[in-house]
């Protein structure tokens, strides 16, 4: 079982709504990452956090997106205003220890926007 | 930029089979080099890791070497399983921000 519970598992929205993705319960990690798979392609980075602070993000991660720890625990993933393209699966990642340890996955949240 | 390049799938194999996923990468400096496995409906999960140049990681049979000659990091298993059935992805981390570089990923199918 992941450290990490990604909710929620699946989400459908229509075009043009917010929505926000979330890892809980974070313990005391401090780094965590966003990445994206949108369906049959490649894992891409979207952007990394660390001590409340984004430390680096991909062009994907445009001004449509927002990372925050809103209550020091769950970490989300805010897309403003959604399109079409964001359909995919979004997964949470943090360190196993320290930074230089392998990234470990949550189960990744479906996101359907129609 | 860094990236990853991965054999086309889909892979499909009869159970007991040798397997062998071609990986090859460009980097600036020293990569550390990792396989994640996909599971039909589940997230990532980390497979094996190597830090550096001739480094071989191994777990649950799977074996591969971090080959900086070659700048290759091929996933190798002397018999697969059915449950072996699943997407494997190559990555990297050149350590500049820690984020992983994945490759496209590989479909394996193996049959009974």
């Known amino acids: 079982e992941p450290e990490v519970t990604q909710t929620p598992s699946h989400q459908v929205t229509q075009m043009g709504q917010e929505v926000i993705l979330r890892c809980v319960p974070i313990?005391?990690?401090?780094?965590f990452y966003w990445y994206r798979q949108i369906l049959g392609q490649k894992v891409e980075f979207l952007v990394s956090?660390?001590?409340?602070?984004?430390?680096?993000k991909s062009e994907i991660f445009d001004d449509q997106f927002s990372v925050e720890r809103p209550d020091g625990s769950n970490f989300t993933l805010k897309i403003r205003s959604t399109k079409l393209e964001d359909s995919a699966m979004y997964f949470c990642?943090?360190?196993?220890?320290?930074?230089?340890?392998?990234?470990?996955f949550g189960n990744g949240t479906r996101l359907t926007v129609t | 930029g860094d990236s990853v390049t991965q054999m086309e799938g889909p892979v499909t194999l009869s159970e007991e089979a040798f397997l062998t996923i071609n990986c090859t990468y460009t980097?600036?400096?020293?990569?550390?080099l990792f396989w994640y496995v996909q599971y039909p409906g589940e997230g990532l999960q980390l497979l094996l890791k190597?830090?550096?140049?001739?480094d071989k990681g191994s777990n649950k049979g799977f074996e591969a070497t971090y080959r900086k000659e070659t700048t290759s990091f091929h996933l190798e298993k002397g018999s697969v399983q059915v449950s072996d059935s699943a997407v494997y992805f190559c990555?990297?981390?050149?350590?500049?921000?820690?984020?992983?570089?994945f490759g496209k990923g590989t479909s394996l199918l193996v049959t009974p």
């Open positions: 956090f660390y001590n409340n602070e984004i430390s680096e």
């Open positions: 313990s005391n990690h401090l780094y």
């Open positions: 980097a600036t400096g020293y990569p550390s």
């Open positions: 990642a943090w360190h196993q220890g320290e930074i230089n340890s392998p990234l470990h």
């Open positions: 190597a830090t550096k140049a001739d």
């Open positions: 990555a990297l981390s050149d350590h500049s921000g820690y984020a992983l570089n």
